[in-house]
């Protein structure tokens, strides 16, 4: 993955705007965490083949950055997102990392499902 370019991101989130695709959304800010420290709270989400359609996409801020994906009746919105890259199946992988390191977001778009 490379540090996002936001033009070259914003380039290939419209790539997949107006046809069925398939996202996979995840956030943790490290589920295990509250195992090595029980005062720390542990917070996650996950969404993994949800099959949808945007009517269009943007990525904004000056890094980490924001995506929304426009739905017909709401939004799909990923948050904290510093790296990113086309694969060699054709999906998007956008990825935040934190300051340690390790992944905080994930967000990823495919024409296929993601196994």
Same mark, same amino acid.
């Given at each position: 993955m490379e540090?996002?370019?936001?033009?070259?991101?914003?380039?290939?989130?419209?790539?997949?705007?107006?046809?069925?695709i398939?996202?996979?959304?995840?956030?943790?800010?490290g589920?295990?965490?509250?195992?090595?420290?029980?005062?720390?709270?542990?917070?996650?989400?996950?969404?993994?083949?949800?099959?949808v359609? !945007?009517?269009h %996409?943007k990525?904004?801020? =000056?890094?980490?950055?924001?995506?929304g /994906?426009? #739905?017909?009746?709401?939004?799909? !919105?990923?948050? %904290?997102?510093?790296?990113y =890259?086309l694969?060699?199946?054709?999906? /998007?992988? #956008?990825?935040?990392?934190?300051?340690?390191g390790?992944?905080?977001?994930?967000l990823?778009?495919?024409?296929?499902?993601?196994?």
């Amino acid at each position: 993955m490379e540090n996002i370019q936001i033009t070259k991101a914003q380039t290939l989130i419209d790539q997949f705007a107006n046809q069925e695709i398939y996202i996979h959304l995840e956030t943790t800010n490290g589920s295990y965490a509250s195992h090595h420290d029980q005062s720390f709270f542990s917070a996650s989400a996950y969404i993994r083949n949800a099959k949808v359609s !945007y009517e269009h %996409g943007k990525i904004v801020g =000056e890094g980490p950055y924001r995506v929304g /994906l426009k #739905l017909e009746i709401g939004w799909i !919105y990923a948050e %904290g997102l510093t790296h990113y =890259e086309l694969d060699s199946f054709g999906r /998007l992988l #956008l990825a935040g990392h934190g300051f340690d390191g390790k992944l905080a977001v994930a967000l990823q778009i495919s024409h296929t499902p993601f196994e």
